[in-house]
């Protein structure tokens, strides 16, 4: 047994003593639903934890994480429905399985092509499991919870995937002025609803121009709210050691300060 087994099974037992008759009582209380919320919190710590560069506290935050799946994973086994050996044995296969071109004799000339055939393999795996005999939508296995950013993201990702993407980024460019074009036509119409409708239309599509230079919508806009937040944080700082209120500074000082501190990042 390696010290990763080792590791592992330490964090067993913790979740078996608070399982256990004289446990915590909110841990037995806990069923796998009653945990969702926390692996979603849990994941987004560590998401910015592994953006901030903190790599203590990523490696604080992983535990958390992985606490919580192996804490999921128990509460299965208990019920009788399965255990880790079947949750990683499975999943080996499923990769192994998706990556032929690692495990077998395919060839894949770049990585559309290799991104093509894992879209065919999932589509293949989820007919298989389907009971009715239907055919699975190519956007099926998008999970419902996603946030609408990174989902956006996703659907384009697959949609190229498919095949169904412009055909050139001057295409998707001209697409988004369009877009823009179509938001700004409601502005001037003054309805609210138009103006929500062609605002989402022309944000889908400037997440797929961000999608085929690398760029991840979701994590660049973190990003830049990060940097936001940072930027006001020293314009505060300043205000203070200069004896000023910043919330009532007229707009033209802020502006000023705004962009000594940005020149100074």
Avoid at 69 to 89: I, K, M, S
Wanted: with cysteine.
């Amino acid at each position: 047994m390696n010290t990763d087994s080792l590791s592992l099974v330490k964090m067993q037992e913790v979740i078996d003593a608070l399982l256990g008759p004289d446990g915590c009582p909110w841990d037995r209380k806990q069923t796998p639903l009653t945990l969702c919320d926390y692996i979603i919190e849990e994941a987004f710590e560590l998401v910015s934890a592994i953006r901030s560069g903190d790599i203590a506290e990523t490696a604080e935050e992983l535990g958390d994480v992985l606490f919580l799946l192996l804490f999921v994973t128990t509460l299965h086994a208990r019920a009788g429905q399965f255990d880790l050996d079947e949750v990683v044995t499975t999943n080996a296969a499923k990769m192994i399985r998706r990556h032929p071109h690692v495990f077998g004799d395919t060839k894949v000339a770049d990585q559309e092509e290799l991104l093509r055939n894992w879209e065919r393999i999932k589509r293949g795996e989820k007919s298989d499991k389907a009971e009715d005999g239907r055919q699975p939508g190519a956007f099926d296995s998008l999970p419902k919870g996603l946030p609408p950013l990174l989902k956006a993201y996703r659907i384009h990702s697959k949609a190229a995937r498919l095949d169904f993407t412009w055909a050139t980024d001057e295409d998707a460019r001209a697409q988004y002025d369009a877009e823009w074009q179509e938001y700004e036509a409601a502005c001037e119409s003054g309805s609210q609803e138009r103006m929500e409708e062609e605002f989402g239309d022309a944000l889908f599509t400037l997440i797929e121009l961000g999608r085929r230079k690398g760029i991840k919508a979701n994590a660049a806009l973190d990003r830049a709210n990060l940097k936001f937040l940072a930027r006001y944080e020293r314009m505060e700082a300043l205000a203070r050691e200069r004896g000023m209120d910043l919330v009532d500074m007229p707009m033209a000082d802020k502006d000023r300060l705004w962009a000594e501190v940005k020149a100074g990042a």
